[in-house]
T-cell receptor, first 110, second 113 residues
Framework: GDSVTQMEGPVTLSEEAFLTINCTYT??????LFWYVQYPGEGLQLLLK?????DKGSNKGFEATYRKETTSFHLEKGSVQVSDSAVYFC?????????FGTGTRLKVLA | DTAVSQTPKYLVTQMGNDKSIKCEQN?????MYWYKQDSKKFLKIMFS???????INETVPNRFSPKSPDKAHLNLHINSLELGDSAVYFC????????????FGPGTRLTVT
């Protein structure tokens, strides 16, 4: 069945450090790929997305590239801020259904 | 203008009780979902409705019964609450064919004592 593997957290970084959160998936066909972010006490919100191979999604300084050959969608940011502290979820989508990763908690220290 | 709203935000109740959580979306989406998030932040889909019809039911105990009176609403009723039901429940909606992006509600934190 479809699945997603996301690197375990928590990830603790200093402000302005480089961030990578790995995500790989298995899915039938070619799903759209998403990263969602959950700030403390809130629901999930879309961070970025890519709908086909080699597409790069980007938002708020975060980027991820749809790599069909490695079935990966790693999240990166060049310089994290304290306000980026949250839980990040990788999610390939299928019709009517998402498969969410286990979530990676990021903590950024000032 | 909240896109996906849930009530209540917090719910504290005793084992054995019956409770309901309500969800409404004003986005005109055809598909709505219920998710359960445990204390480790693991997010699991419970149900999905498309145009008021149940399309996904993920091995959820039959104590949980979703109801969709119209495509803008998806309520969750839980009978005979158990300690293990304590979690945060999220409602979400999406429009199939529009890149499948989901819009989440703020969550309902259910505590069963």
């Amino acid at each position: 069945g479809d699945s997603v593997t996301q690197m375990e957290g928590p990830v603790t970084l200093s402000e302005e450090a480089f961030l990578t959160i790995n995500c790989t998936y298995t899915a039938t066909g070619y799903p759209s790929l998403f990263w969602y972010v959950q700030y403390p006490g809130e629901g999930l919100q879309l961070l970025l997305k890519a709908t086909k191979a080699d597409d790069k999604g980007s938002n708020k300084g975060f980027e991820a590239t749809y790599r069909k050959e490695t079935t990966s969608f790693h999240l990166e940011k060049g310089s994290v801020q304290v306000s980026d502290s949250a839980v990040y979820f990788c999610a390939p989508s299928g019709t009517y259904k998402y498969i969410f990763g286990t979530g990676t908690r990021l903590k950024v220290l000032a | 203008d909240t896109a996906v709203s849930q009530t209540p935000k917090y719910l504290v109740t005793q084992m054995g009780n019956d409770k309901s959580i309500k969800c409404e979306q004003n986005l005109g989406h055809d598909t709505m979902y219920w998710y359960k998030q445990d204390s480790k932040k693991f997010l699991k889909i419970m149900f999905s409705y498309n145009n008021k019809e149940l399309i996904i039911n993920e091995t959820v105990p039959n104590r949980f019964s979703p109801k969709s009176p119209d495509k803008a609403h998806l309520n969750l009723h839980i009978n005979s609450l158990e300690l293990g039901d304590s979690a945060v429940y999220f409602c979400a909606s999406s429009q199939p064919g529009q890149s499948y992006e989901q819009y989440f509600g703020p969550g309902t934190r259910l505590t069963v004592t």
